[in-house]
């Protein structure tokens, strides 16, 4: 192992929403959106946002687009608000001039998801790739973004720990994208604690703070129903397991529609809208949704109680 120190690096306890990226009518960033984005997030409770990732469409976006969307989000961010940039790409220098760009401009943090090509399969061949980026931001906690099921990438994450203690020293922890909760609690454990495991499955909040005791999480759905989340937290704080439960199933319901819907880069984004925020469509390849798809799931909203607890939109000029 190598004798660089590790920094001791603030660990996040609350939640951090994965905005979409809104886009006008031809397809260009709408960045004027971004306060009313940012209040709406504040009123339920959420304490920053990881931009330009999977719900960002950051890999639909060019460099400048994504330098702009992190400056917008920096800019309008009121003082203690977590902007964690993600920076991946499939070449690491262009992930280094963003994590460049990140640092400058004063965000929080930085992340990135594993290049999409080649496909890592080596537990060295990914401490590499993130010990590059994070050297490029070494004021900036930096977390690797866990997410298989986009980048095919489904290394073991407790080695990568391992291997990645003392080498890197912005390491922060995981942005944990996957499935198993054992290796969510094995990785939360592990040297007592060390690295932040920030939680990213919406529709295992619960368990996840009941077994894996984790502190901070980052959500997709956050975007509409950050209340219900937080009610969620609050409940288990509180040790109302049943009304955690409750709530977590009603995460469940939604997400449940959400799904059919083509997900929530696609189906979600336009629940915002359905909101009062209307961040535009998505980019191709993205099959956005016909007006009856966009009607048929309103009504399937409303049939899960939805609208009863949704975000609500606050207006900033």
């Known amino acids: ?9 603030e660990k996040i306890d609350g939640m951090i929403n994965a905005p979409f990226t809104a886009f006008d009518a031809s397809g260009e960033l709408n960045l004027d959106v971004v306060p009313s984005y940012i ?3 504040q009123a339920c409770g959420v304490i920053g946002v990881f931009v330009n990732g999977s719900s960002g469409e950051g890999h639909l976006l060019s460099d400048e687009e994504r330098m702009r969307s992190a400056e917008k989000w920096v800019e309008a961010s009121p003082q203690g608000f977590k902007v964690i940039v993600h920076v991946g790409t499939n070449s690491v220098k262009v992930s280094k001039k963003l994590a460049e760009h990140a640092q400058a401009i004063g965000a929080w943090g930085i992340g990135s998801m594993a290049p999409t090509f080649p496909k890592i399969g080596r537990i060295e061949e990914l401490v590499q790739y993130c010990e590059e980026i994070a050297s490029a931001a070494p004021d900036l906690p930096f977390y690797f973004y866990h997410i298989p099921a986009f980048t095919g990438v489904n290394l073991p994450m407790l080695p990568f720990l391992k291997a990645v203690d003392g080498r890197i020293p912005n390491f922060a922890g995981i942005k944990y994208t996957f499935e198993s909760l054992y290796e969510f609690t094995q990785c939360r454990r592990y040297a007592d604690g060390k690295f932040d495991m920030l939680h990213g499955q919406d529709e295992t909040l619960l368990p996840s703070l009941a077994l894996g005791g984790a502190l ?6 956050f975007n509409y129903a950050g209340n219900l989340y937080m009610g969620i937290r609050a ?13 977590q199933f009603k995460s469940m319901d939604l997400i449940d529609v ?5 997900g929530n880069i696609v ?15 998505n980019r191709t390849p993205f099959q956005n949704l016909s007006e009856p798809e966009l009607l048929s799931l309103k009504a399937d909203l409303d049939a899960v109680g939805f609208f009863d607890y ?7 000029s």
Do not use: F, H, P
């Not at 192992?1 to 920094?7: A, E, F, G, L």
């Not at 409940?235 to 709530?247: K, S, V």
């Not at 959400?258 to 083509?262: A, E, F, M, N, T």
């Open 1 to 9: 192992m190598s004798s660089v120190v590790t920094r001791d690096i």
């Open 267 to 281: 189906g979600g984004k336009q629940v915002m809208k359905l909101m009062g925020l209307d961040l535009g469509q």
């Open 310 to 316: 949704q975000n609500q939109v606050i207006a900033v």
């Open 258 to 262: 959400i799904c059919k819907y083509r």
């Open 235 to 247: 409940a288990y704080r509180d040790n109302n397991i049943e009304e955690a439960r409750r709530l």
């Open 216 to 221: 901070g999480c980052i959500g997709g759905t």
């Open 39 to 41: 209040a709406t997030l």
